[in-house]
């Protein structure tokens, strides 16, 4: 069975709601439905997906991103390429430049105001995508190394990355609202959003909601841990923005302690749970 | 060779501007010469970067000449790229203004951070 | 003055909802920042006051094209190494996407008739609150899809110090952004003690050893709470172990319990379940007697 390329984007405001659990859970049930499922790690200050698809035969390809360095040993220590660097990632010390790789967003302005042609952009490691199998799922994770402050270029690649990826492809997106939430958000059809019924949960998946409105997605909320907390204010904020719940999920400390040990197997009431919510998202996408 | 200093400051105030705790983020700066007569001071347009507000602050200085700087606290980017132009880094140790750093670093007073 | 950040790498761990509980029951006066300035939480269980209007917070700047001076001719375009400036069907003209644009001002160059201007990105809100004499939260808001720099860290930082020192406070108290980046890095620098707060799982605890890490590279004391410890003793043996390993005092280890939610939801701290509350206390000792408070 052909399956029709989807995209799925887990998110949500708060961290610690279960994305990573749901993201996971739900590659696992479309996948014994025998559906094409690619399971992606998006959050790529801390991907953690990795601990429960145990992925094997890996495979990285680095994500490079762009920085100037001098062409010859010396130059006039003008300054122009200081003066326009908008990141203070290049200074002139007397005849030559000192550069910050780190602090470098990869415009090759300095390279361009240089009146003596001094500088070039050369490639710089900032990151890596990692594949593999787990199972019949494909794995693929973006990570960000260590010390580096810019995670969009290592969105833009893995994104670049599983372009042409048929099947149920399921975005396992950083929390928050930030840039690179944004980013994840729009490579979605649907945007799934979890969420927990306390004070913090509602606030911060209001934040989250309106992002996702605001970039025009299919929005549905599924609201974890949910005996424990108001779940009706959380469900009344739901639907005053005419967002469906795709599913409440009492907690379960089996589950909880399960998830503490990387094991992704959750048991039966979880798992109809799971079959529950993809049947849902099956009738959304129209697969 | 005549030496200049840079004091960071929160307000601009010639030699009663009151020092700065911060290097990158700070207000201003004022520069001395060893006279202790102020010879340029200026607003830190840098402060306002989101990043790399301390190597734009040390190019600024490097840019005007500066051979000595002090402040409570300077990071490792700011370091480096004074280090790099020879600028001597001082630490502050608690003067309230401008006027009273110069004179502790004139009476050789600090220590070199 | 002495200053303790709260943090804990991966969310979900309880870092607010203890940091809020330390925050009722200290016995000093204190001024709280709430440097999670993505989902900024602490104010959600932090008692009401009055509160500043909101002020604007700037960070960074964003190119914005003129468009009674734009031709359409794309070269901006084409030269925007970020694909931040799009072409518009029904003027026939372009615009910059100001999420995308990271300000770098390469199109500038680009632009022959000027068209194209730098303007302040709004990052955030920033406001203080003032419960009483002896407690002030100091809070902001990020923008959506903002990116978090350390800056607006560092600005409600500056500001917590400014109030420390008009109003003769010794002690601030701050709830730590996510991650182990730069804004991480701007709510722990130069603080007395950061505490990390973890749970017994494999990704709390690989983002405990990051933090540490982190907070070592800057020579900082830590000091560490497992909460919902008894989820899953064999990683609580295994956080213990570690902890003792890299010399670090755990203050205390918390039960899971239900309740908690509960009484989040109901704005109340997890204080008020008596055996928290005793823990809490403890915790609070611990810290006092690390920093010589």
């Known amino acids: ?287 | 060779m005549s030496k200049l200093f840079a004091v960071p400051v929160s307000e601009l105030n010639n030699e009663k501007s009151p020092v700065d705790e911060r290097f990158g983020r700070c207000y201003a700066f004022v520069i001395f010469d060893e006279n202790g007569k102020i010879v340029k001071s200026f607003v830190n347009e840098n402060r306002d970067a989101a990043h790399g507000a301390g190597t734009g602050a040390s190019g600024l200085l490097v840019k005007n000449g500066v051979t000595d700087a002090v402040a409570g606290h300077f990071g490792p980017k700011a370091s480096e790229v004074l280090r790099a132009a020879n600028v001597k880094l001082w630490e502050n140790i608690s003067a309230k203004t401008a006027e009273e750093i110069f004179n502790k670093w004139k009476n050789n007073e600090l220590r070199q951070a | 003055m002495k200053q303790v950040t709260i943090v804990s790498g991966k969310g979900g761990t309880g870092k607010t909802s203890v940091t809020a509980s330390l925050a009722k029951h200290i016995d000093i006066p204190v001024v709280l920042v709430d440097a999670d300035v993505d989902a900024a939480n602490l104010g959600l269980l932090v008692e009401n006051g009055e509160e500043t209007e909101p002020e604007k917070f700037y960070s960074g700047y964003e190119a914005v094209i003129n468009q009674e001076k734009c031709i359409g001719c794309g070269a901006c375009a084409d030269a925007c190494p970020f694909d931040a400036i799009k072409f518009d069907d029904r003027t026939g003209k372009y615009n910059v996407n100001s999420y995308e644009c990271e300000g770098c001002r390469y199109c500038l160059l680009f632009c022959g008739l000027k068209a194209i201007t730098m303007h302040k990105n709004e990052a955030g809100t920033w406001l203080v609150r003032t419960v009483n004499s002896d407690k002030i939260l100091v809070k902001a808001e990020l923008g959506i899809a903002q990116d978090n720099s350390g800056k607006l860290v560092a600005h409600l930082r500056k500001k917590a110090a400014s109030i420390v020192e008009e109003s003769e406070k010794d002690f601030i108290l701050i709830d730590g952004p996510p991650g182990i980046g730069c804004p991480v890095h701007a709510a722990i620098g130069n603080v007395d003690l950061v505490v990390i707060t973890v749970e017994p799982s494999l990704s709390s605890l690989s983002d405990l050893e990051r933090l540490y890490k982190t907070a070592n590279g800057f020579k900082l004391r830590t000091a560490i709470i497992v909460n919902k410890y008894d989820l899953n003793t064999d990683i609580t043996d295994k956080i213990t172990k570690f902890a003792s390993e890299k010399g670090i005092e755990v203050l205390d280890y918390l039960p899971f319990n239900k309740k908690v939610p509960e009484l989040l939801s109901q704005n109340k701290t997890p204080y008020e379940i008596p055996e928290f509350a005793e823990k809490i206390d403890n915790i609070w000792s611990g810290i006092k007697r690390i920093i010589n408070l």
Not at chain 1, 55 to 72: A, R
Not at chain 1, 220 to 246: H, Q, T
């Open chain 1, 1 to 287: 069975m052909e399956t029709p390329t989807k995209t799925i984007v887990v998110a949500s405001g708060k961290g610690g709601t279960g994305k990573t659990l749901m993201s996971v859970s739900l590659a696992g049930h479309f996948d014994s439905e025998n559906y094409k499922v690619h399971y992606i790690d998006a959050d790529v200050e801390e991907p953690n997906g990795r601990i429960f698809m145990k992925p094997e035969n890996l495979k990285s390809v680095p994500v490079m991103t762009q920085v100037p360095e001098m062409k010859k040993d010396s130059c006039s220590g003008c300054g122009k390429c200081q003066q326009f660097c908008a990141f203070n990632a290049i200074v002139a010390i007397g005849s030559k430049v000192m550069i910050f790789p780190e602090l470098c967003h990869g415009c090759p302005g300095c390279v361009a105001v240089c009146p003596e042609d001094a500088l070039r952009m050369v490639d710089r490691q900032i990151g890596v995508i990692t594949e593999g199998d787990s199972g019949n799922i494909n794995f693929i994770e973006g990570r960000l190394n260590e010390g580096e402050a810019m995670p969009t270029p290592v969105l833009t690649e893995l994104f670049k990355y599983i372009e042409d990826y048929p099947g149920i492809r399921i975005i396992d997106s950083p929390p928050g609202t930030s840039c690179s939430v944004m980013k994840s958000m729009e490579e979605g059809d649907i945007i799934v959003l979890m969420t927990e019924p306390t004070p913090f949960g509602l606030h911060d998946v209001k934040l989250a909601s309106e992002l996702a409105l605001k970039l025009g997605k299919p929005v549905y909320g599924i609201i974890n841990r949910s005996d424990l907390g108001n779940s009706d204010e959380m469900k009344k904020y739901f639907a005053s923005r005419n967002i469906p719940v795709l599913g409440e999920i009492p907690f379960m400390r089996d589950v909880a302690v399960a998830y503490s040990g990387g094991n992704k197997d959750m048991g039966n009431k979880f798992s109809e749970k799971i079959a529950e919510i993809a049947l849902k998202i099956r009738k959304e996408l129209k697969i």
